[in-house]
């Protein structure tokens, strides 16, 4: 059989192993866009099927580059840097330039001042050993500053390849439908989706005669909370609209659940205000610290919803890290779930998530 690549996540095609990346049925060779069976039942059913690709395969696929000649533009989530950030970019890419794009500027609440976050962005990602030419803030669903990064994009290529990286779920291939909607008018050039690991290979997408615009394989995070969730959950944790900040003015010895995904005890320091920023679809129970272990037990996919039934059959034990607040206000992050603004100093909190599910801190960020 003529080789052939799936216009929607760039695996090779083959009809004979439907459980394998790039099946399709003989009868869709036909068509003039051949796409897989996976991709097919994802854009018309909106249902994703798992493929056997381990978390190293995407690595090496992005390690292409460093082969290569071309821009990289890495596509982080703003709601979820630290989830989002690919550690040993500059590594896995050579020399290439890198710009950077920040996304889902839209689920952000707006009172976050533009320029401060830029500022923020960049001093962040200089911390985590990334050089980049520049750095825009945008959003691929609404299309908010693709514009000004479309010119940023051309005027740094150089007449070269441009590749476009990042994790699962980050908005790759809505942020590539957003470029070529806005220069060519073409509407749904790949596949888009909610879940994580749409895109299976790299699509080449002509930029002209000679170079190619190419949406490579999202690199898994399994440190993600998106990992751990049914396909329902986690379109119930990803926020779609503004999230609208949720203040909670605790004492000493009380919980917060999210939902029944994660967990935060504060356990001493003076009354103070906790300012909660998850998906506004994310329900947050405030309980006593000593009743906590019970209403866990009893209510989880129930009153603490989400996880849902399909969930809890593959969700982890929660575990518990223990953080002191330094002398600042600070976020605490769940990663691939959302913050909690914390005031500064004198204070101690636990925090519990499924095991393997990363929660870290940071300078606030609002």
């Given at each position: 059989m003529t080789e052939i690549k799936c216009q929607g996540c760039g695996a090779l095609i083959q009809t004979s192993d439907p459980n394998a990346a790039g099946y399709a049925p003989?009868?869709?060779?036909?068509r003039?866009?051949?796409?897989?069976?996976?991709?097919?039942?994802?854009k018309?059913?909106?249902e994703v099927q798992d493929v056997p690709f381990e978390d190293d395969d995407f690595l090496n696929m992005l390690n292409q580059i460093s082969e290569s000649r071309g821009l990289v533009v890495q596509l982080v989530d703003i709601f979820d840097l630290s989830g989002s950030f690919i550690p040993g970019l500059q590594r896995l890419t050579g020399q290439n330039p890198i710009l950077l794009a920040g996304n889902k500027m839209d689920v952000l609440p707006k009172s976050i001042n533009p320029?401060?976050?830029k500022q923020w962005l960049k001093s962040t990602i200089k911390e985590m050993g990334l050089k980049v030419q520049d750095v825009h803030l945008i959003s691929a669903h609404k299309g908010t500053g693709m514009e000004e990064l479309s010119k940023s994009i051309e005027r740094h290529r150089q007449g070269q390849d441009v590749y476009v990286v990042g994790t699962t779920n980050v908005g790759k291939s809505t942020f590539i439908n957003q470029l070529i909607h806005?220069?060519?008018g073409v509407d749904d050039v790949i596949t888009t989706s909610y879940f994580p690991?749409?895109?299976?290979?790299?699509i080449d997408i002509p930029l002209?005669?000679?170079?190619?615009?190419y949406d490579t394989p999202g690199v898994i995070h399994r440190h993600q909370m998106a990992h751990y969730v049914s396909d329902q959950d986690l379109k119930q944790i990803t926020p779609r609209k503004e999230v609208k900040p949720k203040v909670y003015q605790l004492n000493e010895g009380?919980?917060?659940?999210?939902g029944g995904l994660a967990r935060l005890d504060f356990n001493t320091g003076e009354r103070s205000s906790f300012i909660c920023y998850l998906s506004n679809e994310v329900e947050i129970h405030r309980t006593k610290l000593e009743k906590a272990d019970e209403l866990y037990n009893k209510h989880v996919g129930e009153l603490l919803t989400p996880p849902d039934k399909e969930t809890l059959k593959k969700l982890p034990q929660l575990v518990s890290q223990t953080f002191k607040i330094p002398n600042e206000k600070t976020d605490l992050v769940f990663s691939g779930l959302g913050w909690v603004t914390i005031p500064e100093g004198q204070i101690s909190v636990t925090a519990h998530v499924p095991e393997g599910v990363k929660v870290s801190l940071r300078e606030s960020l609002i």
């Open positions: 003989k009868s869709a060779l036909e003039e866009d051949v796409i897989c069976k996976r991709c097919f039942r994802l018309h059913y909106n320029n401060k976050l806005q220069t060519s690991g749409t895109t299976l290979g790299f002209d005669k000679n170079t190619s615009l009380q919980t917060l659940y999210f």
